[in-house]
């Protein structure tokens, strides 16, 4: 039996192993390169603070700003709470446009599940000194109520800072 030229030059090399590449749905994005959330958690008795009013929200929002930047663009922040209402964390989440900025659900419960936290506070400035919240502010504190009801994270306030 005659074999061909290519089955030969494929038994005198034998297979090479080479580092297998996967790849997700996304597109043909390597694994390793798909986003994620890291948080990290040390659980401990340092607490950032003790919240029993929105002037306690308010003022340690305030020390979290840059000089200046409350007046320039709007920022969203979530504070997470413990059972106490002690800040064992927060997130500044977005920092969009003078009038505007985005706030995802799915991250901002990323970031609450992954402190393991019972309860948070939504807060995000005015830069145009208007405390009056907006209807779109409105619904989005009310989509995350919603989901946190899933999760039994209670939404406490949603502050808007000036």
């Known amino acids: 039996m005659k074999r061909s030229k290519a089955y030969k030059r494929a038994k005198s090399k034998p297979y090479q192993l080479k580092n297998e590449m996967i790849y997700s749905g996304l597109g043909g994005i390597p694994k390793d390169f798909i986003p994620e959330v890291k948080i990290r958690y040390n659980r401990g008795k340092m607490f950032l603070g003790k919240i029993s009013s929105s002037f306690d929200v308010a003022d340690f929002l305030r020390k979290t700003y840059e000089r200046g930047k409350l007046q320039l663009q709007e920022a969203f922040v979530?504070?997470?709470?413990?059972?106490?209402?002690?800040?064992?964390g927060y997130y500044k989440h977005s920092v969009g446009a003078i009038?505007?900025?985005?706030?995802?659900?799915?991250?901002?419960?990323?970031?609450?599940?992954?402190?393991?936290?019972t309860s948070m506070i939504l807060a995000h400035n005015h830069p145009s000194g208007n405390t009056k919240p907006s209807e779109a502010d409105k619904t989005l504190?009310?989509?995350?109520?919603?989901?946190?009801?899933?999760?039994?994270?209670?939404?406490?306030?949603?502050?808007?800072?000036?």
């Open 141 to 162: 504190t009310a989509k995350i109520k919603e989901a946190g009801r899933l999760f039994d994270i209670t939404v406490l306030d949603h502050i808007i800072l000036t």
């Open 99 to 117: 009038n505007a900025t985005i706030a995802d659900v799915r991250i901002i419960f990323a970031a609450a599940l992954s402190s393991l936290s």
């Open 78 to 88: 979530v504070l997470f709470l413990n059972q106490q209402n002690e800040i064992i």
